[in-house]
C-alpha cells in the first residue's frame, strides 16, 4: 500500500480562503516533499521538510510535519483561482531507492 | 532553461507495436526515472538510474525496458504494448545520486494503446 495518503480526496474553497491538505505516513521518514501538478501536466516541487524539522514556509505555502503522529499539511493562505490543481506528498523512507507518492488532494479555488 | 523534456507527448498506438518515449534533462542529474500516473493510484515508479549503464526495477517493470547510455537520456521502451500500459507517464530527474531528493518532472507523455 502508499506509504504516504493524502487527504481529503478532493477540497473546494473561495477564492481568498486558506486551504489544508494533510498527508498521512506510516513508517519513520527521513523527509517529507509537497508538489503541485496541474491537470494533465508535470508535477512541481513545491516544499521539502526533513525528519529533524517541525515547519517551514514557503511565500503562501505552510508546511508541518509531526513524526509522532506520521502525518503532514500543507496549508495554502490566501488562495488563488491559479492554485486549483493536484498536490501530492512524498515521502523518502529509510534506504529506499525512491520516494513514494500518494494519490494526491485535488484543490478547486473557486473564483 | 534549466527542464526535462519528454517526446512525444501524446500517442495513439495499437497493442504489440513496440515504441519508444525519449526523456533528456539538460541539468547533468545522475538519477533519472519513469512513473507512470494512473486515476486513484497516484504515481507509481516503474524503472530508475542511479547513473550511465546503471538501471533497476521501480514498483511497476513488468512490459517496460529502459536504457541508459548517456547521462542526459533516458528513454522508456514498450516492447509489446498492451491497452493495460494506457497512461499517463511522465519522467524525472534529481541531482546527484540523491533518490530521496527534489525531483524534476517533465511534462508527460500520454499513451492509448488500442
Known amino acids: 500500500s502508499q506509504q504516504g495518503e493524502e487527504d481529503p480526496q478532493a477540497l473546494s474553497i473561495q477564492e481568498g480562503e486558506n486551504a489544508t491538505m494533510n498527508c498521512s505516513y506510516k513508517t519513520s521518514i527521513n523527509n517529507l516533499q509537497w508538489y503541485r501538478q496541474n491537470s494533465g501536466r508535470g508535477l512541481v516541487h513545491l516544499i521539502l521538510?526533513?525528519?529533524?524539522?517541525r515547519e517551514k514556509h514557503s511565500g503562501r505555502l505552510r508546511v508541518t510535519l509531526d513524526t509522532s503522529k506520521k502525518s503532514s499539511s500543507l496549508l495554502i493562505t490566501a488562495s488563488r483561482a491559479a492554485d486549483t490543481a493536484s498536490y501530492f506528498c512524498a515521502t523518502g523512507f529509510g534506504s529506499a531507492r525512491q520516494l513514494t507518492f500518494g494519490s494526491g488532494t485535488q484543490l478547486t479555488v473557486l473564483p | 532553461e534549466a527542464q526535462v523534456t519528454q517526446n512525444p507527448r501524446y500517442l495513439i498506438t495499437v497493442t504489440g507495436k513496440k515504441l519508444t518515449v525519449t526523456c533528456s534533462q539538460n541539468?547533468?542529474?545522475?538519477?533519472m526515472s519513469w512513473y507512470r500516473q494512473d486515476p486513484g493510484l497516484g504515481l507509481r515508479q516503474i524503472y530508475y538510474s542511479m547513473n550511465v549503464e546503471v538501471t533497476d526495477k521501480g514498483d511497476v517493470p513488468e512490459g517496460y525496458k529502459v536504457s541508459r547510455k548517456e547521462k542526459r537520456n533516458f528513454p522508456l521502451i514498450l516492447e509489446s504494448p498492451s491497452p493495460n500500459q494506457t497512461s499517463l507517464y511522465f519522467c524525472?530527474?534529481?541531482?546527484?545520486?540523491?533518490?530521496?531528493?527534489?525531483?524534476?518532472f517533465g511534462p508527460g507523455t500520454r499513451l492509448l494503446v488500442l
Open positions: 521538510i526533513r525528519s529533524n524539522e
Open positions: 541539468m547533468n542529474h545522475e538519477y
Open positions: 524525472a530527474s534529481t541531482p546527484g545520486t540523491g533518490r530521496q531528493e527534489t525531483q524534476y
